[in-house]
């Protein structure tokens, strides 16, 4: 590898390096410790001292200096990690740079051509892969030492590297931590005591930092049942931070199967870099505290003063500007938060030079002053080139609008006013139970209390996208929000004012897509939509229900990923109460793709997330029931309806919608929050329960209890209880509990919660994947003849292997065909490569280059959809057959898989996954799932009398695999002399009942002309022979009766031995063992005699083990009979064997049924398999 150059003082620095090759102006130098005389201490010594210094000598222990005659200054230019290497470099050197290197006559001159020509070389390496990186030269350094000492595939991206110390029980080992696209990779060389760690970004169960009392911060991961801790880091947040990314990005590619778009900046993971997973992470934080869509990414931020209307002052914070939006977020405690869309902004007046200031003008007569701008010139000239700027096609018709609305309409949102005439336009609220002005009963006057200080409010903040969102805003949030502005400051908080008028007309258009389609969403949204608030009018008529189903078939189309899960009805019923239809989808987009992400999916991981949060804030805030209950299980069981529905299906409608306001303005914060005061307010209760039955009868009536006295719903809308006197006297007023629970628990921030969520997915993902692989276990257990133990290892190496496929590319088969509705058995599937890898790896015989060819037979037999993939299953039941069947079923598969189309030549289907991505997704045929499930409970076990016969070419073929087999084996000879025997038995046998079978024929037809037949022929010397095979193994395919003494056809002449086809495959096949006997025991003689050509013959003379070529000759007679035998009969001359026949006659060779019964040691080869799964993979890719 080509560095830049450095200056080198000293050539041979403490007498650490040795020369090897020197001229006038380089020198070839090796490391001491490393080649020859590496041994002893000072080997020990040396790469001690490159390990703890990051020495590139560690890894490359051959380097190049570049020297001018008459200098002491040397340059290191090069260096490499073999002699090979650094040959190379040498070579280039001398062909390329010597001879111009006299024409010079300076040394000055000398060295600036050798530093610009290597300093070219670096240039033109790493343009393509290392532009990105902050410091190319030190990053290939570490690049090298990456590869040399892990020896992962060359496609593994490594994205950053520390300095740290691993900690092997009380033992510190300084080394140096690695993290990859994958991978989380260590290495330590200490005084000869080498530690190296791979542990995959997937099989992390936890990532948190730690502090004791000998550590004062540390990173401790879990992986594998197995704690790793490492310390002594320079920058541990940063660190931190992005080893959460890394394995949040791995769980999302690899277990969540997510596709990011083409454009997105983790789509290909060949090109990910520490900066684009800190540029990610800043935008995904960036939308999720302003509400922003998706596509917005944060481009500029500037530090300014914002003056304050309200409050008469200037507040520090930063403006944030992306793709069409400018934000603002104080940073002095005053938590105002303000977001401007581009869309608004009318115009920016001049800056004032003297106090760095800018005015953004927006439609509504209002004004932005910002201050202290340190790049104000900037920022001005971004924001008029953005309002200058054509609409784009998106914003066009929404900003028409703005422009010619006047200040009369200051007050309405953007995006409200335009609906399509297919939906509904008017909130269900207003048309079920439209208010009354002349109502003057209490409640109303309320009511109408709350309206006037929202006005008031608006008045002095702003109202619409651009409102100030201060703590003035959350009080009057957590006094409630008044009936009549619940749709607006929905949409509002959540953002969703901001998607809808990205996307217009979006959701008529998806209306219109998705009317008249049938899927499986399709079906369940029709089985809950009447389940949806049954006792609101509102959904007992068509109006609502009809409402309610467009949004969900809508959001079904527009995600099909999500597509439709329980609890979304009742959410979106909700919505439609207080929105109109267009808005209502779009707030269940907010709520299903950005509040509560991975909530809605077949794995509900997001709410389960929030649960283990939700558990963590338990032991922290509420003591005293994390000692009463030492297993939080419970409550996590109980609160799951919680998270889910918002609270919406355990509270009174009238007093969730009251937990929803609060919910859209703080987001999962507001949830856990009331979920604390509930269970404090019961907390007297739940101490004293003895069960946890008596625990949920607590919290259900605690619910039941729970009233909105202040709600203007009529009777008949409200589902709190009417109780006695008593009852009433000790109901809760959801007004008071929500104002508890930001009294006691508002002190919780949303930063804390995030990172919560980050440590605990780890954790939920992995017992998910253990429930998993406990369930896929549980099941195939039944079926084959494993341990538990060996079980769990195998599903570890499928699984891993899966991933193996996934790793290096970004649209892998097993991504774009995984269909998440199939059951657990299917999830984790492996394609024609992937599962040779294994079988490769897990085989019971000698490895050779024939395994690859059985390996693809094998493939082929056990995938019994023929859809291209094998599962768990199948691969057990193989595998179980491989290592603890009997002789009979092992040789049962071996003979099927010998049988067409299995054996069939390779074709270019092979490998192909035949599986739509969208199965799964459509209509279920529940007959068909019905007759399948009785088919494989009536299926029966295969009778060998079931097996069909096997043909010539295809016992060749047989006869080759079980000569491979045996290969490296103690007993290879005499195995392959009783191959020998059976195969020359077997084919004697066949010609002999075929002969007889023709004269019989012949004799039963006295008007056919007279044939010739050739002598029967003798049988061999007794050492080539065996025991005649049972008589229930008849060698012909029919049964016939011996010919009479006077048949014509026995008076003929013998013709040479040599035209009878049958026996002279059987002598060649007899030669294949005196090939194997003459061939050199570190040699497979089936792969020798393929590689070795030779003419096809067909004599009886044995060939001499130089010419070792007669399988060659076997696949020829096998494919051209014609060719290398005798004319055929009438009756054709090719031949075949029934199962029966093969194993009767392998069954007289007691060497063959050791060695087929033989117990194979199954730790020993799961263990190799883990060890050089990864290798195998890396030799592949290279």
């Known amino acids: 590898m080509w560095l830049k150059p450095e200056e080198v003082l000293l050539k041979n620095a403490l007498k650490l390096w040795a020369t090897v090759k020197s001229n006038d102006y380089f020198i070839l130098q090796r490391r001491r410790g490393y080649g020859e005389g590496s041994g002893g201490l000072a080997g020990l010594l040396v790469g001690t001292l490159d390990a703890v210094l990051d020495s590139t000598a560690k890894v490359a222990p051959f380097r190049i200096l570049h020297q001018t005659p008459d200098s002491q200054v040397y340059w290191n230019i090069a260096c490499g990690a073999s002699e090979e290497e650094i040959a190379q470099h040498w070579e280039w050197l001398q062909q390329n740079i010597m001879r111009t290197l006299s024409v010079f006559d300076s040394s000055d001159d000398i060295t600036s051509f050798v530093q610009g020509k290597i300093r070219g070389l670096i240039a033109e390496e790493g343009k393509l892969s290392l532009v990105q990186e902050d410091d190319p030269e030190k990053f290939r350094e570490a690049l090298l030492r990456f590869e040399s000492w892990f020896s992962l595939p060359d496609k593994e991206k490594l994205v950053t590297y520390y300095s740290c ?73 940063q660190t931190f931070l992005l080893m959460e990314q890394l394995a949040d990005y791995a769980v999302r590619r690899l277990i969540d199967k997510e596709m990011f778009p083409s454009d997105h900046i983790l789509t290909d993971p060949l090109q990910i870099t520490k900066r ?94 910002f201050s202290e701008v340190r790049d104000f010139e900037r920022l001005a000239a971004t924001i008029r ?45 207003n048309v079920f139970h439209p208010q009354d002005a002349e109502n003057l009963d209490p409640k109303m006057l309320k009511e109408k209390m709350k309206e006037q200080s929202w006005q008031i409010h608006f008045a002095e903040y702003g109202r619409g996208t651009s409102m100030f969102c201060t703590r003035r805003t959350r009080d009057l949030i957590v006094r409630g929000v008044p009936e009549s502005l619940r749709g607006e400051l929905w949409m509002l908080f959540s953002g969703a004012v901001n998607d809808m008028a990205t996307h217009p007309a979006h959701y008529s258009e998806l209306v ?183 625990a949920v009868t607590i919290l259900n009536r605690f619910f039941d209890s729970v009233t909105n006295k202040d709600s203007p719903l009529p009777a008949t809308v409200q589902q709190a209880p009417v109780g006695t006197n008593d009852r009433a006297a000790q109901r809760v007023d959801i007004s008071d509990l929500i104002k508890e629970a930001y009294e006691k628990y508002g002190d919780i921030k949303s930063e804390e919660v995030e990172s919560m969520r980050r440590r605990n997915k780890l954790y939920v ?47 892998s088969a097993a991504l774009q065909h995984h269909d998440p509705s199939l059951p657990y058995l299917e999830q984790y599937q492996l394609g024609l490569a992937q599962f040779s890898s294994l079988f490769l790896l897990l085989q019971p015989w000698s490895p050779g280059a024939y395994m690859h060819t059985l390996a693809r037979w094998t493939f082929r037999l056990i995938d019994d959809n023929h859809d291209g993939l094998v599962n768990f299953r199948e691969f057990c039941r193989a595998l179980d057959i491989l290592y603890s069947g009997s002789f009979t079923e092992k040789l049962k598969f071996l003979f099927k898989l010998h049988l067409p189309p299995v054996c069939s030549p390779d074709s270019p289907d092979d490998g192909v996954i035949r599986r739509s991505p969208e199965k799964g997704r459509g209509k279920v045929d529940l007959q068909a799932y019905l007759k399948q499930w009785q088919d494989e409970i009536q299926k029966k076990e295969e009778s060998i009398k079931d097996l069909p016969r096997i043909e010539q070419a295809q016992f060749i073929l047989l006869s080759k695999t079980l000569y491979s087999l045996f290969h490296g084996d103690p007993e290879e000879e005499a195995l392959f002399r009783a191959v020998a025997r059976v195969t020359s038995l077997l ?58 003494a006077s048949s014509p056809t026995k008076t003929s002449a013998s013709p040479p031995p040599t035209s009878n086809p049958a026996v002279a495959i059987a002598e060649q096949l007899e030669a294949v063992s005196m090939d194997a006997e003459a061939s050199s025991p570190g ?90 799964q990864l290798k195998l993979k890396a030799q592949i890719t290279k």
């Not at 092997?168 to 290495?187: A, E, I, K």
């Not at 529905?645 to 009331?674: H, R, W, Y």
């Not at 007691?1150 to 730790?1163: A, G, N, R, S």
Request: hydrophobic share 35%; glycine share 4%.
């Open 765 to 811: 993902i992995q017992t998910l994947e253990d429930t998993t692989r406990q369930n896929v276990v549980r099941v195939v257990a039944q079926e084959v003849r494993f341990s538990g133990p060996h079980m769990d290892e195998l599903y570890v190496l499928f699984k891993r292997q899966h991933f193996l496929s996934c790793y290096w590319t970004a649209g």
């Open 1083 to 1172: 040699q497979d003689p089936v792969a020798a005699s393929e590689e070795a050509p030779s003419s096809p013959k067909a004599s009886s003379e044995p060939p001499s083990p130089s010419s070792s070529g007669t399988l060659e000759t076997e696949t020829e007679l096998a494919n051209t009979p014609s060719e290398h035998t005798a004319p055929p009969s009438p009756q054709g001359m090719e031949w075949s064997f029934s199962f029966e026949q093969i194993l009767a006659s392998l069954l007289n060779e007691p060497v063959l049924v050791k060695f087929f019964e033989k117990p194979v040691d199954i730790q020993k080869q799961l263990d190799r398999a883990k060890r050089d």
């Open 276 to 369: 684009g997973l800190e540029t990610h992470a800043r935008n995904e934080a960036f939308r999720a505290f302003f509400r922003l869509p998706w596509e917005e990414n944060l481009l500029e931020v500037y530090e300014s003063f914002l003056w304050l209307p309200f409050s008469y002052f200037n507040t520090l914070g930063k403006i944030c500007v992306s793709e069409n939006y400018l934000c603002f977020a104080s940073q002095d405690g005053s938590q105002c938060h303000l977001i401007i869309p581009v869309r608004e902004i009318l115009s920016v007046e001049k800056p004032d030079r003297l106090s760095r200031a800018l005015t953004v003008c927006m439609r509504g007569k209002r004004a932005l002053r």
């Open 987 to 1044: 084919l004697r046998m066949e010609e002999v009942g075929r002969r007889l079978q023709e004269d019989s024929q012949a004799s039963t037809s006295p008007q056919s002309p007279t044939k010739t037949s050739p002598s029967l022929p003798q049988p061999s010397s007794p050492t080539k022979t065996s025991p005649s095979p049972p008589q229930t193994c008849s060698p012909s395919k029919t049964s016939v009766s011996p010919p009479k």
């Open 385 to 429: 080139k953005k309002c200058g700027n054509t609409a784009s096609p998106q914003h066009s018709a929404s900003c028409q609008a703005l422009l010619e609305c006047g200040e009369d309409e200051e007050g309405l949102m953007v995006g409200q006013r335009s609906s399509s005439k297919t939906v509904s336009t008017e909130a269900l609220m």
């Open 165 to 237: 110390s691993y900690w092997r029980g009380r033992v510190p080992c300084q080394g140096w931590l690695y993290l990859s696209t994958n991978f989380l990779c260590f290495y330590s060389y200490l005084l000869g005591n080498e530690v190296k760690l791979v542990i995959s970004w997937v099989e992390i169960s936890r990532l948190e930092k730690t502090s004791s009392v000998l550590l004062t911060e540390s990173i401790r991961v879990c992986a594998g049942g197995e704690e790793h801790c490492f310390s002594m880091f320079l920058h541990l947040q």
């Open 512 to 694: 219109e897509a998705s009317l008249g389609a049938s899927s499986l969403a399709t079906d369940e949204i029709e089985r809950d939509l009447h389940r949806s608030l049954p006792d609101h009018p509102a959904f007992q008529s068509d109006t609502g229900i009809s409402a309610l189903r467009r949004v969900l078939t809508a959001y079904a189309y527009r995600n099909p990923k999500i597509g439709y899960c329980q609890a979304m009805n009742i959410l979106a019923s909700v919505l439609l109460l207080y929105a109109k239809e267009e808005e209502a989808f779009w707030l269940l987009v907010a709520v299903c793709e950005r509040m509560l992400p991975d909530y809605f999916n077949r794995r509900i991981i997001g709410a389960l997330v929030d649960q283990a949060v939700f558990e963590d804030l338990i032991r922290e805030h509420l003591t005293q029931l994390t000692e009463h209950m030492t297993d939080l299980t419970f409550l996590s069981s109980v609160s799951l309806s919680w998270f889910l529905t918002l609270f919406i299906s355990v509270l009174p409608i009238e007093s969730a919608v009251n937990v929803v306001d609060c919910f859209f303005f703080d987001g999962i914060k507001a949830i856990l929050q009331l979920g604390l005061a509930t269970l404090d307010y019961n907390m007297d209760a739940l101490l004293c329960c003895s069960d946890d039955t008596e």
